[in-house]
C-alpha cells in the first residue's frame, strides 16, 4: 500500500512495469489509512496515486472500502 512505500518506489513500479502489464495494490482498508493519507500528502491514498500518475486500467486495487466518490472517480 501507499503508506509503506515512497512516492519513488510507486513511480519506480509503474516505470518497470511493461505497458499493460497488471500492478495490484492493497489501498484504503481502514479509516487509518486513508488519515495517514489525509496527514501525509495532503489528500487521500487514492487521489495521491492519482496525481503521481500510478493509476491507469492495469492497476488493480484491492479492498477500497474506505473510498468517497472523489476517490471513485479518481480509480
Known sequence: GPQWCSDD????????????????????????????????YGTTPARHLARIGFLDAAVSCAHCVWLDDADREAL
Do not use: K
Not at 518497470?16 to 497488471?22: I, W
Open 9 to 40: 518506489v510507486l513511480v519506480g513500479i509503474r516505470e518497470v512495469a511493461q505497458p499493460g502489464e497488471p500492478v495490484h495494490i492493497h489501498l484504503a482498508e481502514t479509516p487509518r489509512q486513508v488519515e495517514f493519507g489525509l496527514r501525509s
